[in-house]
Every structure is written in structure tokens, then in C-alpha cells.
């Protein structure tokens, strides 16, 4: 069975939940799980590049019979073989399609060329897309609220306040209705003028002006949502989270899900810890949100 020369086209990033799509290719895992391969999905994998926001659950249909998602990764293939999650190769290199792969335990009765329906389940979505709506506000008012404590010039982000969150992150998660991201403070971080010292002090400080802002911004209602780079809305073009702030448009490069409108948060907020090992500090900055 060949393996597919373009992208999935994936129409998730608009908040589809539901799809219609031709089987493409049928790849048997060595665990004895089969990935399906569609032209076309709304479901959202997991990227083990950046693994933030996890897979949709759901399902595949074809005809009366029902095949369970148990998970969902970013594929790659360069037309010989298909690397399932672990891609050699950054997502939207040149000469090969990256592809959802629908992970299913038993595939008897799909063969190539059928036509599936895809659905994501509509509440886990929802909670993702709301979670990683405030994981990325937060993370715009976190660089404000550090912005006193850096010394010296450096990256700054869309609101013209220096990228904490991108210099510093180590990991993210998003949860349903939250997120909980990480941020090492180590040896470059202070090079590059970071007053690292008066952190432990200023916690409390920082997370209510962290939380104040985000009152602000959720009382906007602003839109907020996914802008493509590519009009063939394959999975490896780039893709940003636009949000119209009180200050402007704001856009971080973004692969996941989103709700529509601020207006869809009662509230965000988050707490902060600081741990340190190693010579290094570890911020760990947990967002929760009320969905309105
Ligand atoms: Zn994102």
C-alpha cells in the first residue's frame, strides 16, 4: 500500500469536530495496533516534537461499524516509510507529508479508499481549547509581570515585553479547563539579565498582577483563534493563535486548538512555584480557567 505524497488536510484549527475522509493508507504497528491514514481529518494528534496539547478522543465510522481512537500522533513520511511520532525530520520539511496517524486496535473492514467519518469528542475539546486559550494569555501577562526583572535587552514578544516565556520554557501541558508550564532559570538566562535573586521574594507580587491582568483581558471578550500561513491547510503549514487585545493583535506560533472568544472564559488565573535544584530554578506556572 503506497504511502501518501501530501498533508493530511486538517480542519481542526477552525474547531471542526467532525470530518469526512478517504482512506489513504493503512500502516500495522508493531504493538498490533493499526494507524489509519485519511486525506482529510478534524481530529487532533499529539506532536511528540512539542507534545503540549494531547490527542482528541473519538472516533472512526464506516458504514454501522465503530472503530475507537485510543490515540492520535503526528505522522511523517518521505514516501518510503511512515514514522509514526517518531519523525526524523521538524514538522514541514521540505519533501515529505506529514500526516494525522488515527491509532485503532482492530481495523478489520477498512481497507484503502473507503470513506470514514471522524468525530472528536465534543467536551474534551472544549476543555482542551479552553485551556490552552488561557495557557497562551497567561503566558503574555507572565512576561509582563516579569518584565521589571530583566537587566538587559532580549527577545521581546508581541506586546513588546521580553519573552520570559520563550526564552525560559522547558515544558508544557495542556489539561482540560488549564495548562501547567515549566520554566528553567539557569546560568544563561541570568547572562542574558535576568534578575533571577528577586524572584522568591516578588512570587506573590507576580501572580496577582499576572491575575489581574487576565481579568482584564477575559473581560474583553476578544476575538481569539487560529491563523494559517498556507491556503492547502496541510497538517505541516505553519500555523498562529491570534488574539485581539486592548493593545493589540497578538499571534504565537500555535499547532493546537482554540476556543473562538474570550468571551467564552468566566475567568483565568494561576498559582506559581519555585523549586530549586541543581544550581537551577524551576517556575512552574499552573493556569486554571472557568469556562463562562
Ligand atoms: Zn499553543
Known amino acids: 500500500m503506497s504511502l501518501p505524497s501530501t498533508d493530511t488536510v486538517v480542519t481542526y484549527p477552525d474547531g471542526d469536530l467532525t470530518a469526512t475522509g478517504t482512506v489513504v493508507h493503512l500502516e500495522p504497528l508493531p504493538d498490533g495496533r493499526t494507524a489509519v491514514l485519511l486525506d482529510r481529518t478534524a481530529f487532533h494528534p499529539v506532536d511528540p516534537v512539542w507534545p503540549d496539547q494531547p490527542a482528541d478522543t473519538g472516533e472512526l465510522v464506516l458504514g454501522d461499524r ?27 520539511t521540505e519533501g515529505w507529508a506529514f500526516v494525522v496517524c488515527h491509532l485503532v486496535e482492530d481495523a478489520t473492514g477498512l481497507e484503502e479508499g473507503a470513506t ?8 474534551h475539546r472544549r476543555a482542551l481549547s479552553t485551556g490552552h486559550t488561557a495557557c497562551h494569555l497567561a503566558s503574555l501577562a507572565l512576561n509582563e509581570a516579569l518584565s521589571p ?13 521580553p519573552d520570559f516565556d520563550q526564552l525560559a520554557i522547558t515544558s508544557s501541558r ?3 479547563d488549564g495548562s501547567t508550564d515549566e520554566y528553567r532559570i539557569g546560568k544563561s538566562l541570568r547572562k542574558k539579565g ?14 496577582a498582577t499576572i491575575d489581574g491582568l487576565l481579568a482584564e483581558w477575559v473581560a474583553t471578550g476578544a476575538p ?3 491563523a494559517r500561513d498556507g491556503d492547502g491547510h496541510g497538517l505541516g503549514e505553519r500555523r498562529r493563535w491570534r488574539a485581539e487585545l486592548p493593545d493589540g493583535v ?7 486548538t482554540h476556543l473562538h472568544s474570550l468571551s467564552e472564559l468566566a475567568a483565568v488565573t494561576v498559582t506559581l512555584e519555585l523549586v530549586e535544584a541543581e544550581g537551577a530554578l524551576t517556575l512552574t506556572m499552573r493556569t486554571s480557567a472557568e469556562p463562562a
Open 250 to 256: 497578538i499571534e504565537i506560533p500555535c499547532g493546537g
Open 149 to 161: 526583572l530583566w537587566t538587559k535587552e532580549v527577545k521581546v514578544d508581541g506586546r513588546g515585553r
Open 174 to 176: 495542556i489539561l482540560p
Open 194 to 207: 535576568f534578575a533571577a535573586a528577586e524572584l522568591p521574594a516578588r512570587l506573590d507580587e507576580l501572580s
Open 224 to 226: 481569539v483563534g487560529i
Open 66 to 92: 465503530t472503530y475507537p481512537i485510543v490515540d492520535a500522533v503526528v505522522g511523517a513520511t518521505d514516501g518510503g516509510s511512515l514514522f509514526v511520532g517518531d519523525a526524523p525530520v521538524r514538522t514541514g
Open 116 to 123: 470514514v467519518a471522524v468525530s472528536a469528542d465534543a467536551e
